[in-house]
C-alpha cells in the first residue's frame, strides 16, 4: 500500500510540475508570428512581418519541450534570460515543396508562413530552422521577442468571424481543436457550407483512431465568405475572388489544391480556438492538398470529398506520407534512400527500428510479397512515397494509398494515436 501511495505522490508531483511549467514561462494567450521563406533552390531566407496577440492558448500545456513530429522545419523558444528552451513545435510548408520543383532553380519567391506559440510572459528567442530533404538544416533565424513590445498587433478581441461547433468535447486546454474554414462560398451559400462541414467531420470520425479518441476533439465550422462561389481552375482560365486565394494546379500539377495566402486564413481564425486547420473548397472539381501542422485543403463537392478529406487530414494533422508510388518510375528524388524519412508510415530501411519493426509478425518476409498480403496486414511492401523501389510501406493498402481502401492501416492508426495522446495526455 505504501508503494502504490508513494507511486501516486510522485505521478501528483510530476503532473504539478508540467502545469508550473507553463505557468512558470507562459500567460493564457497565443502568439501568432507570420514569416516570410524566401529564395529559391539554392539558397533561402526567413524574414519576419508581423508578430500578433491572439486571446487564449489552444495547445497543449505539456511536452512543450519535445517535438511532436521532425517535420522539414522547426520552432524552437528559449527563455532569453536562461537560454532554456521552454517550447518546440514542427512544420512542414508549401515554400519547402517548391524549391524541389523546375521553377525553384529559375527564380527566386517568397511565401507566407504563420505559427502559433504560446505567449511568452518574458522576452524570449525565437528560432526558425528549415530542413532539407535529407533532413539538414538548410535556413535558419533567430530573433527575439518582448511580450511588452507596443507593436504586437491585437487580434480576435473583436469582430470574430461567425462559427458554429460541430463537436464540443471540453475546454481547449483538455481538447485538440480543429477548425473548418468556407472557401469559395458566398454568404449566401453558408448553409451549404455547414452542411459540407458536418459531412467532413463525420469522414474523419467515422475512421479509427479518431473514433475512439473522439472526445478528445473540438470541431468548430467557420463562415468565412468570399466574394465569388467556387474557387479558381487555371487550367481553365476560370479565376474567382474567394476568402483565401485557393486555386488547382499548383507547382502546374492539375489536381494540386492549395493556397500561398496563408495569412488570411489566421485572420478569418483570429479569436477562434483553432490548432489545426481544414479548409473545404466550394467545387466538385477532384483536387486538395495537406501540408503537415499547416492546413488541409479538399474540395467539398467531389463524390470522393469524404475519403479525400480524410486522407488530406492525414497529412496534415498526423504527418503521415502518401502510400501511393508510379509503377513507370524506378525511383524519384522525393525522397533520399540513404535517410530514413521523418513520416512514420513510410521506411526507407535505413532506422527500420525507429518505424513499425516493433509490430511486425513473427516471420514476416521483407519484402512482404503483396500476393501474401492477407496473411501479412503490417509489413514491409516495397513502392510508397512516389517510389516504386527503395520506399517501403506498411500495408499493401491504406487510405493513404487509394481513395478506395476503408480505413488506415494499423501502423497509420498507430502513429495518429500517438500523436493525439501527446497533444492531450
Same mark, same amino acid.
Given at each position: ?6 507511486? %501516486? ?24 508570428? $507570420?514569416?516570410?521563406? *524566401? ?7 526567413? @524574414?519576419?512581418?508581423? #508578430?500578433?496577440? #491572439?486571446?487564449? @492558448?489552444?495547445?497543449? +500545456? ?6 511532436? #513530429? ?10 532569453? /534570460? ?15 515543396? @517548391? ?50 513590445? =507596443? ?14 461547433? %460541430? =463537436? ?8 485538440? $481543436?480543429?477548425?473548418i474554414l468556407a472557401e469559395g462560398y458566398t454568404e449566401a451559400e453558408m448553409e451549404t457550407f455547414y452542411? &459540407? ?15 475512439? #479518441? ?12 468570399s466574394k465569388d462561389s467556387g474557387v479558381s481552375i487555371p487550367r481553365l482560365n476560370d479565376w474567382k475572388? *474567394? ?13 494540386? %489544391? ?24 466550394? *467545387? ?13 485543403? *479538399? ?22 506520407? &502518401? ?16 535517410? /530514413?524519412? @521523418? ?11 525507429? +518505424?513499425?519493426? &516493433?509490430?511486425?509478425? +513473427? ?52 502513429a495518429i494515436q500517438r500523436l493525439i495522446e501527446f497533444y492531450t495526455e
Amino acid at each position: 500500500m505504501k508503494k502504490y501511495a508513494c507511486m %501516486l505522490i510522485l505521478l501528483l508531483t510530476v503532473g504539478t510540475l508540467a502545469a508550473q511549467d507553463f505557468s512558470q514561462y507562459f500567460t493564457d494567450k497565443t502568439l501568432r508570428v $507570420d514569416y516570410f521563406f *524566401t529564395g529559391n533552390a539554392e539558397r533561402q531566407e526567413i @524574414w519576419v512581418d508581423e #508578430l500578433s496577440v #491572439l486571446p487564449g @492558448w489552444s495547445g497543449r +500545456k505539456h511536452n512543450l519541450a519535445q517535438l511532436p #513530429l521532425t517535420g522539414y522545419g522547426q520552432i524552437t523558444v528559449r527563455d532569453l /534570460e536562461k537560454g532554456t528552451v521552454i517550447y518546440r513545435t514542427s512544420f512542414s510548408t508549401l515554400f519547402q515543396e @517548391w524549391l524541389e520543383t523546375d521553377e525553384a532553380r529559375k527564380v527566386q519567391k517568397g511565401f507566407e508562413n504563420t505559427f502559433l506559440l504560446p505567449y511568452p510572459k518574458q522576452p524570449v528567442e525565437v528560432e526558425v530552422t528549415l530542413l532539407d530533404k535529407r533532413l539538414k538544416p538548410k535556413a535558419s533565424m533567430k530573433h527575439t521577442v518582448d511580450p511588452a513590445d =507596443i507593436l504586437i498587433h491585437p487580434k480576435g478581441f473583436s469582430d470574430v468571424t461567425p462559427h458554429k461547433y %460541430l =463537436i464540443q468535447s471540453g475546454s481547449a486546454e483538455r481538447c485538440i $481543436d480543429v477548425a473548418i474554414l468556407a472557401e469559395g462560398y458566398t454568404e449566401a451559400e453558408m448553409e451549404t457550407f455547414y452542411r &459540407d462541414a458536418a459531412t467532413a467531420c463525420e469522414s474523419l470520425f467515422g475512421h479509427e483512431p479518431f473514433k475512439s #479518441l473522439k472526445n478528445r476533439f473540438n470541431v468548430v465550422a467557420v463562415a468565412s465568405p468570399s466574394k465569388d462561389s467556387g474557387v479558381s481552375i487555371p487550367r481553365l482560365n476560370d479565376w474567382k475572388q *474567394t476568402a483565401f486565394s485557393s486555386h488547382f494546379s499548383t507547382f502546374y500539377s492539375d489536381r494540386y %489544391l492549395t493556397t500561398s495566402r496563408v495569412k488570411s486564413i489566421h485572420d478569418a481564425l483570429a479569436g477562434i480556438p483553432y490548432e489545426h486547420i481544414i479548409i473545404l473548397a466550394n *467545387t466538385d472539381e477532384y483536387g486538395g492538398g495537406g501540408i503537415y501542422n499547416a492546413y488541409t485543403l *479538399t474540395t467539398a463537392h467531389h463524390p470522393m470529398f469524404r475519403p479525400v478529406v480524410v486522407h488530406e487530414f492525414g497529412h496534415s494533422f498526423a504527418g503521415l506520407a &502518401d502510400e501511393y508510388f508510379y509503377d513507370d518510375d524506378v525511383m524519384t528524388d522525393t525522397y533520399p534512400l540513404d535517410v /530514413e524519412p @521523418w513520416e512514420p508510415n513510410i521506411s526507407t530501411r535505413i532506422d527500420f527500428a525507429s +518505424k513499425w519493426e &516493433d509490430i511486425l509478425g +513473427k516471420g514476416t518476409p521483407i519484402p512482404t510479397p503483396t500476393a501474401e498480403s492477407e496473411r501479412y496486414p503490417v509489413g514491409v511492401y516495397e513502392g510508397g512515397g512516389y517510389s516504386a523501389k527503395g520506399i517501403y510501406r506498411p500495408a499493401d493498402n491504406c487510405r493513404m494509398r487509394t481513395n478506395e481502401y476503408p480505413t488506415f492501416c494499423p501502423v497509420c492508426q498507430r502513429a495518429i494515436q500517438r500523436l493525439i495522446e501527446f497533444y492531450t495526455e
